[in-house]
């Protein structure tokens, strides 16, 4: 969380849109999304859908799931 605070202050991440600061703040941390286009849709377009998530860096899902 602290990291990603210190980046946003940093590199100006303010008044991006969600798209845009969730890529600008991946690319920043060295994280890139690999995914399987079969495991994608299975992700409903419309309605409610349920992440869980089980990883020791908590925010970074947060931001990948904004992306």
């Known amino acids: 969380m602290k990291k990603l ?3 946003y202050l940093e590199q100006n991440f303010s008044g991006l849109n969600k798209q845009d600061f969730s ?4 690319d920043s941390l060295g994280v890139s999304i690999l995914s399987a286009d079969k495991v994608l849709k299975k992700i409903p377009k419309k309605g409610k859908c349920i992440v ?3 990883h020791p860096y908590g ?3 947060d931001v990948i799931i904004w992306n």
Do not use: A, F
Request: aromatic share 0%; net charge neutral.
């Open 59 to 61: 925010m970074v899902e």
């Open 5 to 7: 605070r210190n980046l």
């Open 52 to 54: 869980v998530c089980n």
């Open 23 to 26: 890529e600008k703040s991946l």
